[in-house]
């Protein structure tokens, strides 16, 4: 006698339930196979040994195009957009209600690591209102500045937005920013004022706020609390009574909008589809509008919020399409999808993202170059506003240099290879992209082309080959509590900032935008906002083109040789150690030029506007501010030097570390040789024989110096490269 346990037991059962029967009747029959209406026994047996061919498949017909709903969630970072959307889940019965439910929707372990929305996930809702059973496809977006091309993408599948706003800490930066996206895709609206339990929450101050900023009347305003669920039910309701039903035509010839993808090694890729047009199915053949190349659907369905097969996938409905597709760039975001012999009339697609900050990637080990080839391929299938360029380096060996939208972008795609790759990556120091002018006819015939754009610093081209130097700049946005404006200002004065507007929003808070020189912010500003407005102050950035700026190339020499991939650029004034009266002049009328807060607001230890004694004044600012323009490229410099000093091996001869720019050295560090204690045999005696000793040993390390080759050690970079970006 023997007993099943574990996942056999409801197969043994059944087995148990069809011998039974079969020795009752005195003949040996085949096993039944399971149906909807078979016993408990056999069902149970079929759902425990199942394939995704054998998954129960939804009848996506029944929901015409009038109940369906397409919307986003969008807002600032940690308004609670993904808790809204674990509720509502709930809410929905598409997932149980336990206390385990925290960012159901944020798959990655990244996103689950730092607490923030990296990726749009989607998930389909099923809905009962008034008797009709509604279609809710619903894409959780992120928050971050950085990752504001995922919601620009995810809006183009949608017809209307859920516009989150903190109850505590009111409309801020990327809310604007947000808000803006969905107006200008003509999407409807609708205002949630969310976190309302909280003790210090102002639900009516934020409704004054919003209708001030965004013009949408205080009563429209959704108040909600999304981690005890009070009210949610009113937004489902809401997005029902407010948001419209997708145009589209069920009759016409396919056409679907490919607005995400990832990749399973097993499958290949997986798109998820906006279906515009027609009807799709298993066994279709599609053509891809980027590639020609043509398809068989292996699967359909929707996301729910993991995959559940459909029979089929209706114009109107937003799901999921594997089509085997093995090849990464055969799936291109914002490519078309249309039946073979039906050919259709290409969808708009996407604008490509436009990258802020480049740095090189390397591997650690050149033997690893082609799995993390294979590796970025994948990654950027999930990631489409990853740019990728084939790069070198004497030090590094072959590499990329990749173009993100942001340093936490950056951050997070080199935290994902590591973790869902388990590819380690030398990253260089990030970098913008600037451009350069060229001088003459022979220099554009060589180049093809009169502006150049220098994404590597190791390519900056000299003062005599250009006629202007153009570097990126970007209109910022920031919303502080008006008693830390003049600090702000401050800051953005010492970043080479350009006030154009100051708005108030209410009586505490204020508006200001600034164009701000892109590398001016890229590395440390948003850290040094938080710091000075005690965490108050948010900040958002879009791009606003190129300028005219004098840029200089500042080198790393070791020795005398210039070490290319620790070369930097910075600015000409940000270069000028002492300063100049025409520099000082510039920014005094500068000062003058903005309208400073009372003493009791202005946040300056000496406010030049308010003494009016700017001789004075700016002698004790440039004192105390430490971000002082003057000082940053003696202080990059200084920095780079003391950690090569650092990570750089000893040798029998002295290595001088520099920074240089042209001809002038603003930095020193050295790493002293090692050396023989000549005076050791000397028992006193007369002091001429020992200088004699140590004048010999000094010729000796002169001439050693000059024939010595120093060779940086690949550790030594990659110590240098990983502290500054930890830094």
Same mark, same amino acid.
């Given at each position: ?109 990244v996103e689950r690591e730092r607490g923030i929305t990296v990726k749009a996930q989607t998930a389909s ?278 173009g993100f939208l942001g340093l936490l972008h950056m951050e997070v795609f080199n935290q994902r290879l ?66 830390y404006t003049g600090k702000v200002m401050m800051l953005c004065q010492a970043r080479r900032a350009v ?70 650029? &910075?600015? *000409?004034?940000?270069?000028? !150690? ?5 520099? $000082? #002049? ?5 000062? =003058? +030029? ?41 202080? &990059?410099? *200084?920095?780079?030097?003391? !950690? ?5 091996? $000893? #040798? ?5 570390? =520099? +920074? ?63 502290? =500054?970006?930890?830094?």
């Amino acid at each position: 006698m023997w007993t099943l346990v574990g996942r056999g037991w409801s197969h043994g059962r059944a087995l148990a339930v069809w011998a039974a029967g079969t020795a009752q009747r005195g003949r040996l029959e085949p096993l039944p196979t399971p149906t909807r209406g078979a016993p408990a026994e056999f069902r149970a047996w079929d759902r425990l040994y199942t394939s995704a061919e054998r998954k129960e498949k939804i009848d996506m017909s029944r929901f015409s195009v009038e109940n369906i709903r397409n919307f986003s969630i969008i807002a600032h970072v940690d308004h609670g957009k993904s808790t809204l959307a674990d509720r509502l889940l709930e809410l929905t019965g598409t997932i149980d209600k336990t206390k385990n439910n925290k960012q159901v929707l944020d798959k990655l372990q990244v996103e689950r690591e730092r607490g923030i929305t990296v990726k749009a996930q989607t998930a389909s809702l099923f809905y009962n209102w008034e008797g009709k059973q509604y279609l809710l496809n619903l894409i959780d977006t992120p928050g971050h500045v950085d990752f504001s091309y995922e919601v620009s993408r995810s809006l183009s599948a949608c017809q209307g937005v859920l516009l989150v706003v903190d109850a505590n800490e009111g409309i801020q930066a990327q809310t604007v920013a947000n808000f803006f996206l969905a107006f200008e895709a003509q999407l409807s609206v609708i205002p949630v004022i969310n976190k309302i339990d909280l003790k210090n929450a102002d639900p009516e101050s934020v409704e004054k706020q919003i209708e001030k900023v965004f013009d949408i009347p205080g009563d429209e305003c959704i108040k909600i609390s999304a981690k005890l669920g009070t009210n949610v039910e009113r937004v489902l309701q809401a997005v029902i009574e407010r948001i419209p039903p997708p145009k589209v035509h069920r009759i016409n010839p396919l056409r679907a909008l490919v607005f995400d993808s990832t990749f399973d090694q097993y499958r290949g890729v997986i798109a998820n589809v906006a279906l515009f047009d027609g009807v799709v199915s298993k066994g279709d053949k599609i053509v891809s509008a980027h590639t020609k190349k043509i398809h068989e659907v292996n699967e359909v369905g929707v996301l729910n919020p993991n995959e559940q097969p459909a029979h089929k996938l209706y114009a109107g409905q937003v799901g999921y399409l594997i089509a085997g597709m093995k090849d990464v760039t055969e799936a291109q975001i914002g490519d078309t999808l249309y039946l073979h012999k039906q050919p259709v009339e290409p969808l708009p697609g996407f604008k490509s993202a436009k990258p802020m900050v480049f740095a090189g990637m390397y591997p650690i080990d050149q033997s690893e170059y082609n799995n993390l080839k294979s590796a970025i391929e994948k990654l950027t299938i999930n990631d489409s506003s990853v740019t990728v360029h084939r790069d070198s380096s004497l030090a590094l060996g072959a590499g990329w240099r990749l173009g993100f939208l942001g340093l936490l972008h950056m951050e997070v795609f080199n935290q994902r290879l590591e973790q869902e790759y388990n590819a380690s990556v030398i990253l260089t120091t990030p970098t913008v992209p600037y451009k350069a002018v060229l001088s003459s006819a022979k220099l554009i015939k060589d180049y093809r082309e009169k502006e150049i754009t220098i994404i590597n610093p190791a390519q900056f081209p000299e003062k005599s080959k250009v006629t202007e130097y153009l570097e990126p700049v970007v209109l910022g946005t920031i919303i502080t509590p008006d008693e830390y404006t003049g600090k702000v200002m401050m800051l953005c004065q010492a970043r080479r900032a350009v006030q154009k507007n100051m708005i108030f929003i209410d009586q505490n808070r204020v508006m200001l935008k600034y164009i701000f020189p892109l590398n001016e912010i890229v590395v440390d500003f948003y850290d040094s906002l938080k710091s000075l407005s005690s965490g108050y102050a948010s900040f958002d950035y879009e791009d606003a083109g190129y300028q005219t700026a004098e840029l200089v190339k500042m080198d790393i020499l070791l020795n005398g040789n210039i070490v290319e991939e620790l070369v930097t650029i &910075v600015h *000409k004034e940000s270069a000028s !150690r002492g300063g100049t009266e025409r520099g $000082r #002049q510039r920014i005094r009328s500068r000062l =003058q +030029a903005l309208s400073c807060q009372p003493r009791a607001q202005c946040g300056a230890e000496t406010c030049e506007l308010q003494d009016h004694d700017l001789s004075q004044s700016w002698k004790l600012n440039r004192l105390r501010h430490p971000g002082a323009p003057r000082d940053k490229a003696h202080s &990059v410099g *200084k920095a780079i030097c003391e !950690r090569l000093k650092d990570s750089l091996p $000893r #040798q029998l001869f002295e290595i001088a570390i =520099q +920074a240089a720019i042209g001809s002038k050295i603003i930095a020193r560090e050295t790493v002293k040789a090692y050396r023989k204690n000549v005076l050791a045999k000397c028992y006193g005696g007369d002091i001429t024989r020992k200088m004699k000793l140590l004048k010999r040993q000094a010729e000796g390390k002169k001439k050693l110096r000059k024939v010595g080759n120093i060779e940086v050690p690949r550790d030594a970079f990659i110590k240098v490269l990983k502290t =500054q970006s930890d830094k």
